[in-house]
């Protein structure tokens, strides 16, 4: 199953994408004997200001995928909860997992009502590059938690 980081806007060199690639190589190299990946990240903009204008570009990449939004609205999830979703919809046969991020200032609501599955990082606001790093870490936390590895810590 491919999985993919959607994301609105394009982040300039920073700390952030520094820790986004390392997770996403990481969760590709441990995913692949588990039949998960390759991890990507996609960057999408949009010439026009507004959700309605982000959720036209964003819609190509969605097509024939399982959407998880990101949206404070949605269910927080244990690691190990998030890494049995992951399995579940392997296992089901899904063969793309899409988690879509939105722009400053969220997603379109009728795209994050289309989506499959919301998830929260919990209640508090996170700035875009920190919530593109910190997912890219729980799929690679999720990777690991499916192979037994050592880096999840109950």
Same mark, same amino acid.
Request: with cysteine; net charge positive.
């Given at each position: 199953?491919?999985?993919?980081?959607? #994301?609105?806007?394009?982040? =300039?060199?920073?700390?952030?994408? $520094?820790? +986004?690639?390392?997770?996403?190589?990481? =969760?590709?190299?441990?995913?692949?004997?588990?039949?998960?990946?390759?991890? $990507?990240?996609?960057?999408? $903009?949009?010439?026009?200001?507004?959700?309605?204008?982000?959720?036209?570009? /964003?819609?190509? *990449? !969605?097509? &024939?995928?399982?959407?998880? =939004?990101?949206?404070?609205? @949605?269910?927080?999830? #244990?690691?190990?909860?998030?890494?049995?979703?992951?399995?579940?919809?392997?296992?089901? @046969?899904?063969?793309?997992?899409?988690? !879509?991020?939105? @722009?400053? &200032?969220?997603?379109?609501?009728? /795209?994050?009502?289309?989506?499959?599955?919301?998830?929260?990082?919990?209640?508090?606001?996170?700035? *875009? =590059?920190?919530?593109?790093?910190?997912?890219?870490?729980?799929?690679?936390?999720? +990777?690991?938690?499916? #192979?037994?590895?050592?880096? *999840?810590? &109950?």
């Amino acid at each position: 199953m491919k999985l993919t980081i959607l #994301a609105v806007g394009r982040l =300039a060199r920073s700390p952030e994408v $520094e820790l +986004v690639k390392l997770y996403v190589d990481r =969760a590709t190299a441990a995913g692949r004997a588990l039949g998960l990946g390759p991890v $990507e990240v996609v960057e999408v $903009e949009s010439k026009k200001p507004g959700k309605a204008a982000e959720a036209e570009v /964003l819609r190509p *990449h !969605l097509a &024939d995928a399982h959407v998880i =939004a990101c949206d404070e609205r @949605g269910t927080a999830r #244990a690691s190990r909860d998030f890494a049995a979703e992951i399995a579940k919809l392997r296992d089901q @046969g899904v063969r793309r997992l899409v988690f !879509l991020i939105g @722009g400053a &200032d969220g997603l379109d609501p009728a /795209l994050a009502a289309s989506a499959n599955g919301k998830l929260a990082f919990g209640p508090q606001t996170w700035p *875009h =590059a920190l919530a593109r790093a910190m997912l890219a870490e729980q799929v690679y936390r999720a +990777v690991t938690i499916l #192979a037994g590895g050592p880096y *999840h810590r &109950d």
